[in-house]
């Protein structure tokens, strides 16, 4: 398994502002995804944290509004850019240890409420 | 494009009583399965998985799901249901002949246990 971190666990922002959330994992691994979930809905795939290049973009999301980082094998950050009410949700960050095992670990998420 | 569709958005059941929650998904070829589950206020735990090795695998708390090909179905079941299993549980899809690990997650379903 992996133990990941997130950081912060909740905040609340106010409109028009930005803010950045960091995942950690104990271990290095292959990949890094950050979803979005937002109040009673399912989760919803924003990107790929790729090491070392640009994120890769699910369909409805781009960068100016989601930057990501990606600087190690351990270590990414999801920014929540120029925020409104409707980015209100639930923010996770998932890993894969190994492309074999299609097995993601999830991080206890970031609670995100924008005013 | 790959899909899973839950039936149900909210089961109710007594304690003790068979926990049946259902899950179809939409692929070309067989894919890789996922259930998850979300305690209230927590992130994602993996339950079970199928990758292709015994259509029935077994899962942590008790939990099983059996491969339907036939049917394209994934469907979780518990026995005995405890006040304890009261989360909301989510049916995933991973393409297996894609290298990007990424899963499709279904829109949920809210179980409640009855005393």
């Known amino acids: 398994s992996a133990v990941i971190s997130q950081k912060p666990s909740r905040d609340i922002c106010q409109r028009g502002t930005s803010l950045t959330i960091q995942c950690q994992v104990d271990s290095q691994v292959t990949m890094m995804f950050w979803y979005r979930q937002q109040p009673g809905q399912s989760l919803t795939l924003i990107a790929t944290a790729n090491q070392g290049s640009e994120a890769t973009y699910e369909s409805g999301f781009v960068i100016d509004k989601f930057p990501i980082s990606r600087p190690n094998l351990t270590f990414s950050t999801l920014t929540v850019s120029n925020m409104s009410p409707e980015d209100s949700s639930i923010y996770l960050c998932?890993?894969?240890?190994?492309?074999?095992?299609?097995?993601?670990?999830f991080g206890p998420g970031t609670r995100l409420t924008v005013t | 494009a790959q899909s899973v569709t839950q039936l149900g958005s909210h089961v109710s059941v007594s304690e003790g009583a068979l926990v049946l929650l259902r899950c179809n998904y939409s692929s070309s070829v067989p894919p890789y399965l996922f259930w998850y589950v979300q305690y209230p206020n927590q992130g994602l735990q993996l339950l079970l998985k199928?990758?292709?090795?015994?259509?029935l695998v077994k899962g942590i708390n008790g939990f099983e799901a059996e491969f339907k090909k036939s049917e394209t179905s994934f469907h979780l079941t518990k026995p005995s249901a405890h006040m304890s299993d009261a989360a909301e549980y989510f049916c995933?899809?991973?393409?297996?002949?894609?290298?990007?690990?990424?899963?499709?997650f279904g829109s949920g379903t809210r179980l409640s246990i009855r005393p």
């Open positions: 199928y990758t292709s090795a015994a259509t």
């Open positions: 995933a899809v991973s393409d297996r002949n894609s290298s990007a690990s990424k899963i499709i």
């Open positions: 998932s890993v894969v240890k190994d492309n074999l095992s299609y097995e993601q670990y």
